[in-house]
């Protein structure tokens, strides 16, 4: 399945596999792995940045942990107490909290914003590698659900030999 | 070709993924067969209105009981005592009222209509590899296991979060799960039968506005009714006052019954708030010094006042469980050992190629990529 020899149809393939088009045609899912949430400093929403074993032969270390700091900067944002959000709760309480009916909270913004984000990352970085993130707000805040996708096509393309030796070291 | 073959053979098996919507292998070939919204496939007790958008606990009817009381003394103040009153004294007095009245009315259907921070519970993937996780911790399952506690230091406490068998999921600090809507809610203060609904993270704010708004207006018919009686009485006596104004007789009544307990709460609440506490804890002394030297409540922020206002004028969380959204059939999930691929990561490098029957006919057990091209 890992052909290291590149035949007629694995070119075609080897050049299509950067998109995430490619991985639905050729990938099966292999395995999850679920980043937790870290509680030392409190409830705020906030992931451990450990780097989960299954992932090492799949990405750099650096990247992953790029993509936690990011979301975790994200969420501290919407749940920051300042200025901001107790104009939002003082307004919120003189209009009855009606205001919340045409009004989007900043939360809700700051969520937005999350989950291009995670579009983002996906196409850039982790599709390529035979990955995929879930938004954590799909999984209750609970955890980020990272897909790792086992390539059966036979794609021996150098951008997908991270995933080629991935499939070697198993 | 012999490779052509297997890839047309095995493009028919594969779900697609897209990167548009997060949940990864969607299909746009199977049409959604089911149109149903996540609510009507919601496994908690909890019942839903207007299509999933209002939200409440299986016994509503000691809140019916609260709406009717409410509406009834104000009814009966605005009209039998607000005329004299806005003639005898001053028009702001029904106008206050009627401000109070509906703030009152609004929080109290916001309380008890908004999702109070339930989590969803665990997909089974998700619960599938934390019982892996606690199999590993645990060690030989020769006997009963212990229950499921994980330790975890927050800002210098040690706080226990335990494990929710019905939710399967540890439960974040502060979480509870409430037995009677059968969830694990976050930030759980009590289980309220009187708004008909849990109070939690997400309505625990409308709830303290709820009970001091209604403190205030409790207050305020009370006296405004007496006021009334008092100056009717000058005029007629006390008798006849009575006799002319029945209504007011049932309002005091009410009232001075449910002062007591409604502003008791307010004051309750007020010092739960301003410690940052919720009403399990207290109850539980989790937090109390009678445990201990050191014991203290990390949540705290330190001050009586950044704790009001991060209880009241903090950000909104948005609700976890999308009860509008359409339940999706064919989320992908990894199958079953039977069926080939295991999620046990410490055997992976064995079992991920033995992926499906159709598979183990081309592929040997073994990951050898060079048998393989050998092989074409």
């Known amino acids: 399945m890992q ?10 393939m080897a050049t299509e596999f950067h998109n995430l088009q490619e991985l639905r045609h050729s990938a099966s899912l292999a395995n999850k792995v679920f980043i937790q949430r870290d509680y030392t400093e409190g409830t705020t929403c906030k992931f451990q940045t450990k780097f989960p074993s299954e992932l090492e032969s799949r990405i750099e270390r650096t990247l992953f942990e790029d993509t936690v700091k990011t979301l975790n900067n994200y969420y501290a944002e919407a749940e920051k107490i300042g200025g901001q959000s107790y104009l939002e709760g003082c307004l919120a309480c003189a209009t009855a909290y009606l205001i919340f009916l045409c009004m989007e909270t900043r939360y809700e913004k700051v969520l937005k914003k999350i989950a291009k984000y995670i579009q983002e990352q996906n196409e850039k970085i982790y599709a390529p590698r035979g990955l995929l993130i879930t938004d954590p707000i799909e999984r209750g805040m609970r955890v980020i659900e990272i897909s790792i996708y086992e390539d059966r096509g036979s794609s021996g393309s150098s951008s997908g030999s991270s995933s080629v030796s991935g499939s070697t070291a198993r | 070709m012999h490779l052509g ?7 028919c098996e594969y ?4 990167t548009r919507s997060s949940t990864p292998m969607e299909t746009p070939y199977k049409k959604k067969t089911s149109k149903k919204r996540k609510w009507e496939i919601f496994p908690g007790r909890n019942k839903f209105y207007c299509g999933g958008r209002i939200m409440m606990a299986k016994q509503t009817g000691v809140f019916y009981l609260t709406l009717v009381l409410i509406l009834v003394t104000c009814g009966l103040f605005f009209t039998f005592d607000c005329p004299f009153l806005a003639l005898q004294l001053t028009p702001v007095i029904p106008v206050i009222g009627g401000v109070l009245f509906l703030f009152v009315l609004g929080t109290l259907l916001r309380t008890s209509f908004s999702d109070p921070g339930v989590l969803p519970r665990a997909t089974p993937d998700e619960a599938a590899d934390l019982e892996r996780q606690i199999d590993v911790a645990n060690g030989s399952t020769g006997y009963r296991p212990p229950p499921r506690t994980k330790e975890v230091v927050i800002n210098g406490q040690t706080v226990k979060l335990k494990y929710c068998f019905t939710c399967k999921i540890f439960r974040p600090p502060r979480a509870s799960h409430c037995s009677l809507c059968d969830n694990c809610v976050d930030r759980f203060d009590h289980h309220c039968p009187w708004v008909g609904n849990c109070v939690g993270k997400r309505n625990y704010r409308f709830f303290y506005m709820f009970i001091l708004s209604l403190s205030f207006l409790t207050i305020f018919i009370f006296a405004f009714v007496i006021t009334h009686i008092i100056l009717r009485s000058h005029r007629n006596g006390f008798l006849n006052a009575l006799k002319d ?5 049932l309002e005091v009544v009410v009232c001075f019954f449910s002062v007591w307990s409604i502003v008791g709460l307010s004051g309750f609440h007020t010092y739960l708030i301003s410690s940052n506490q919720t009403t399990n804890e207290d ?6 010094s009678k445990r201990g030297k050191d014991n ?4 705290s922020h330190g001050n009586i006042f950044t704790n009001c206002c991060a209880a009241l004028c903090g950000p909104l969380p948005p609700s976890l469980i999308d009860r509008r959204g359409f339940v999706q059939s064919d ?3 990894l199958a079953p050992p039977t069926n080939g691929i295991t999620m046990y990561g410490a055997t992976q490098s064995q079992q991920s190629h033995m992926v499906s029957d159709t598979e183990t006919e081309r592929l040997p057990p073994h990951p050898s990529s060079s048998s393989r091209a050998a092989s074409q």
Not at chain 2, 15 to 18: A, D, G, R, V
Not at chain 2, 283 to 288: D, F, V, Y
């Open chain 2, 283 to 288: 109850i539980k002394g989790s937090w109390s």
């Open chain 2, 331 to 333: 989320t992908p999930q």
């Open chain 2, 245 to 249: 104004s029945p209504a007011s007789v």
């Open chain 2, 296 to 299: 203290y409540n990390p949540y």
């Open chain 1, 3 to 12: 052909g290291l020899v590149p035949t007629a149809t694995d070119g075609n």
């Open chain 2, 15 to 18: 779900s697609q993924i897209s």
């Open chain 2, 5 to 11: 073959v297997s890839e047309s053979m095995r493009e």
